[in-house]
C-alpha cells in the first residue's frame, strides 16, 4: 500500500475545506497557465492518461487491495502541470467509484500529485547523473511515494483535535443514542484512556507503505525500461543527454 | 458514377516522408489526381503509404519534399481554409468517436465551428435521419458495434455537409451486412449529392462496387497504376506483385475460361449473373 | 476493472425509480448525505442514514455483487482505528461515515449514466475539467478492450503464476507499458481527430458544454 485513499467523514471540515480551495487554486492556476494550444493538443494524452491511472487503480494486484498508483510513471510522461490536473481528474472519477471520499477530492489530489511531480523532477535529475533508466526510475518512485506517504500522515496528523471530539463526543450530535448503560460506562472507562496515538497510526502506515513503495518502485521500473526499449522518446530524455 | 468535370481538387507530386523510426515512404510515381465527383480507391498491401497519403492530405503529416494541394491549399499549412469541406473517416473509430452519446458525437464538429445550437441540432438529424441512426443516437457510443460506430464516424463526418470525403480502411473489420449498408450509403451520397471520395483499401473484390477511379500502391509508396477498375484488372492478371490477390468473380471467370466457358470477365455480381444468362438463353435456342 | 464497465452498464440499461430520477436531484441528494456524514455525531443518526441508503440501494435493484465495491474504503478506515485506543464507538462512526460516503456515490454512479453526472457537475466546475473528465471516461472504455485483451493473453500463456514471482511481475508491468503505448498511440490518434473535427476544449452534452 503505497497511499491512502482518505475517505470521508474523517478528516475536520476545516481541513478538507483547505484542502479543495488549495487544490482548486493549484488547477485553476494551472488551466490558465498552460497555453491554449498546448492544452488542446495534450488534453488526449491528459485523457489517456488519466484513464491509465483510473484502470491501475481498479485492478487489485495482490489480494491485500493493493493496486498500482502510475502516478509517477504518467508524472514522467505528462510532465508537472498536466499530472496535477490528472491526478484532479483520477481523484473524482475515483471517489465516484467510492474508492477516496468526495469530500477528501481536494487533499487527495494534493497528496497524490506530489507523486507525479517530484517523480518526474527526480527522475530527471538522476537521469542527469545516472543515466541508467531502472535505478533512475526505481529512486525516483520509491523517494517520491515516501515523501507523499508522509504528506497524508502529515495532513492526518493536523486533524488530532477532531479524532479527539469524535471519540469524546458520545453523548452530543444530532441524535442521542445509548447502546446500554454498561457500555457507556464503559466508555467512560475508556474515555480516561482515550487519547489519539498518531505514533500507532504512524507505525502501522510506514511498513505497510514501505511494502507499497517498493512494489510500486519494481513495477514503474519495469514498466519505464518496457517503453525506454520500444518509444524512448516519450521519456524526454534528449535534454538530459546533450 | 463518373462525372469527367476533370476539376481536380486534389493534386500530390511527388512526396517524400520520413517517420521517427527511419521508414522513407515515397509516394511517388504517378500523380495521385482526384477530380470533382469521383470516387476513388488506393489499393495497396498494409505498410505500402496508403495511410501515409491520406495523412498527408489532411495536413497531418508535413512532406519532406513534393507538393500536396488540396481544394488548391497546401493542407499541412492551411488546412483551416479547408477542413469544412473534408470529412474523414478514420480506420479505428473507436479514437475518433468524442461524444458521449451517438448524437453528441455527430453534433461534435457543427458546435465546435460556432454553428448555432438550433441549425446544428436540424444538421445533426437530417445525417441521422439519412443513415438511419434513429434507433442508436441516444446511446452511450462505447456500447455500440463496430459497424455502429463506423456509421456513426461517418455521420460526423457528414454532419458538416463536405465536398470531400477520405476514408481510411472503412471496410476493416465489418461483417459483410454492415459492409453491404456502408457501400450503399456511400454510393447513394456520392450519386445524390456529389460527394468527392477518397478511399484506401485493401480488399479487392470491393473495388469495383464503390470506385471509379483506382490507383495501385506498392512497394513505400509506389503509384504505379491509374485507371477505372475494369481497365487495372483486366491489366493485371496476376496481382500477387503488389501483394493483392485478383478479385474472386476474376478468379472465378478464369476457371471457367480454362474450361472452355468464355463469358468475358465481368467484376460486379450483376454483370456477372446478366452474362451468364446470356449465355444460357442462346444456349436454350 | 469489470465492476467498473458494469457500474456502467448498469447506470444505461436498468430502469429503476432511481434510475428515472433527474441527475440534479441525485446529486444534491448527494451533497445532503455528505453533510450529514460531516454533520451528524450520534451512531444513532448514522444507523439510520446507513439503513436508508441501503433500502434506497437495493430499491435501485443494484445487484448484490455491486455491494462489496462499497465495502473497499473500509481497508482505509481501519487505518483509522489505530489512532484512537480502538473504542468501539469511535471505530463504529468512523466505518459507518465511510460507508455512507461511498453507498452513496455507489449508488449515484449505478443509476446515472456518466454523461449525465459530468454534464451536471459542469454547471458549476470549469469546461476545461468537464472536457478533461469526458475524454478521461471516454479513454478508460477504449482502453478496457485493449486491458483484457492483455489480461487474457497473460492468464492464457501462463503469464501470472505464484510459483514465479519475479516473472509475473515482469509480465504484468510490461502488460502495464504495453497498456501505456497503446494508450499514448490512441491519444495521438484522437489528438489527431480532435484537430480535424475542430476541437475547442469543449465537449458538449445534449448541446451543453
Known sequence: ?242 | MTIEQDESIVKVDCITHVYPDMTKIQICGLDFIVNRGERVSILGANGCGKTTLLKHLLGLLVPKDGSVRVFGVDPSKEFVKIRKKIGVVMQDVDEQILGPTVYDDILFAPLNYGIEKRRAESMAKSVIESLNLESIQKKIVHYLSGGEKKKVALAGALVMEPELLILDEPFTGLDPVSRRDLIQILNVLNQEKGITFIMTLHEVDLVPEITDILYLMHGHGNLSERGRPEEIFGRFKELESFNLEEPTLTKLFKGLRREGLDFGDPLRIDEAVQLIKRHWDENKK | MIQLSYLDYLAVERNSFFHRLSPEVKIIGMIFVLLAIVVLKSLFGFFLLYGILLTFFFLSRIPFRIFSLTLYPLIFAVLFIFISSFQIHFILLIFLKVLCGSIGVVLLLATTPYPLIFSTLGRVLPSPFVTALFLTYRSIFILLNILEETQHALYLRGGFQWRHPWRSLINISNAFGHLIIKGIDASEKMNESLMLRGFKNKIYYRGRS
Open chain 1, 1 to 242: 500500500m503505497s497511499h491512502i485513499h482518505l475517505p470521508d467523514g474523517v478528516l475536520p471540515v476545516w481541513l478538507w475545506a483547505s484542502g479543495y480551495i488549495v487544490a482548486i487554486l493549484v488547477g485553476a492556476i494551472l488551466f490558465r497557465w498552460i497555453k491554449k494550444e498546448e492544452l488542446t493538443r495534450r488534453f488526449p494524452l491528459l485523457g489517456m492518461m488519466s484513464a491509465i491511472m483510473v484502470l491501475g487503480a481498479a485492478v487489485e494486484i495482490v489480494p491485500i487491495a493493493y493496486h498500482v498508483n502510475l502516478t509517477v510513471i504518467s508524472g514522467i510522461l505528462l510532465g508537472p502541470s498536466l499530472i496535477f490536473l490528472a491526478t484532479l481528474v483520477v481523484n473524482l472519477i475515483l471517489a465516484l467509484f467510492g474508492h477516496g471520499g468526495m469530500t477528501v477530492i481536494g487533499l487527495n489530489t494534493l497528496i497524490l500529485s506530489i507523486e507525479g511531480i517530484l517523480g518526474y523532477y527526480l527522475f530527471h535529475l538522476f537521469y542527469r547523473v545516472l543515466k541508467k533508466v531502472a535505478p533512475v526510475t526505481f529512486g525516483a518512485t520509491f523517494i517520491a511515494l515516501l515523501i507523499s506517504t508522509l504528506a497524508m500522515i502529515g495532513v492526518v496528523s493536523l486533524g488530532t483535535s477532531h479524532y479527539k471530539e469524535l471519540m469524546h463526543h458520545q453523548e452530543g450530535g444530532i441524535f442521542k443514542f445509548h447502546l446500554s448503560q454498561e457500555e457507556e460506562e464503559q466508555h467512560e472507562g475508556e474515555r480516561m484512556e482515550g487519547e489519539v496515538n498518531l505514533r500507532r497510526f504512524v507505525s502501522i502506515i510506514l511498513p505497510l507503505g514501505f511494502i507499497g513503495w517498493l512494489l510500486e518502485g519494481l513495477i514503474t521500473t519495469l514498466i519505464g525500461r518496457y517503453i525506454y526499449r520500444l518509444r524512448p522518446d516519450l521519456l524526454n530524455l534528449e535534454k538530459e543527454i546533450s
